[in-house]
């Protein structure tokens, strides 16, 4: 955990001094692939476990109930949010 948490530093440093370059200003493509190929890689470590696959019954539905529920707090954080917090008078 230690190491990643380095990595992540080291990261946003070296993102810092290399703001200040044009290379730097259009990552979120570059990002979006990088996410892209990591949920796939995850896809089939997931897929070629054989104890998950085995398995699916007893863990889908609960891991189901998580993501639904942790995707109703979100929304229900993020309404509240800029209910709260949001610009008076319709501004956005």
Do not use: H, Q, W
């Not at 539905?61 to 109703?72: E, F, K, N, Q, R």
Request: glycine content about 16%; overall charge positive; charged content about 15%.
């Amino acid at each position: 955990m230690f190491m990643v948490l380095s990595l992540l530093m080291l990261g946003m440093g070296i993102g810092c001094v290399l703001r200040r370059f044009r290379c730097s200003a259009d990552t979120s493509r570059s990002v979006s692939i990088t996410i892209a190929a990591l949920i796939f890689i995850f896809g089939t470590g997931v897929g070629s476990n054989k104890a998950i696959l085995d398995n699916i019954g007893n863990i889908g539905v609960p891991a189901l109930v998580i993501s639904i529920l942790g995707i109703s707090g979100s929304l229900v954080a993020a309404y509240g949010y800029d209910r709260f917090f949001g610009k008076k008078g319709g501004e956005k």
